[in-house]
Nanobody, 124 residues
């Protein structure tokens, strides 16, 4: 059974930075893509970022492009989301997710496994 555990959320002022981590277990981490999604109160869960099995290809939502980066350390079975220049509209619960493909995936229904989420709050 695949397990995903996020960490690194918190409260930050607008313009600040946070780095989220997601530790994965339960299957061969290095052969699958990974992704991050977020869900703000009263809104649908939305795609944020994804990368392929090696980390050589990444894809971002337009709303975070140029501010967020995604990376992975296959030796540590961990994926990261570096969030810079944070805005109040980035406030949400952030979820790590794992699809059953090695290649980038940005549709929610491509992801089978989900973490429990970590809260990110950006104050103005």
């Amino acid at each position: 059974q695949v397990q995903l555990v996020e960490s690194g959320g918190g409260l930050v002022q607008a313009g600040g930075s946070l780095r989220l981590s997601c530790a994965a277990s339960g299957r061969t981490f290095s052969t699958y893509a990974m992704g991050w999604f977020r869900q703000a109160p009263g809104k649908e869960r939305e795609f944020v970022a994804t990368l392929n099995w090696s980390g050589s290809m990444t894809y971002f939502a337009d709303s975070v492009k140029g501010r967020f980066t995604i990376s992975r350390d296959n030796a540590k079975n961990t994926v990261y989301l570096q969030m810079n220049s944070l805005k109040p509209e980035d406030t949400a619960v952030y979820y790590c997710a794992a699809p059953d493909t090695a290649y980038i995936a940005y549709r929610r229904n491509e992801y089978r496994y989900w973490g429990q989420g970590t809260q990110v709050t950006v104050s103005s």
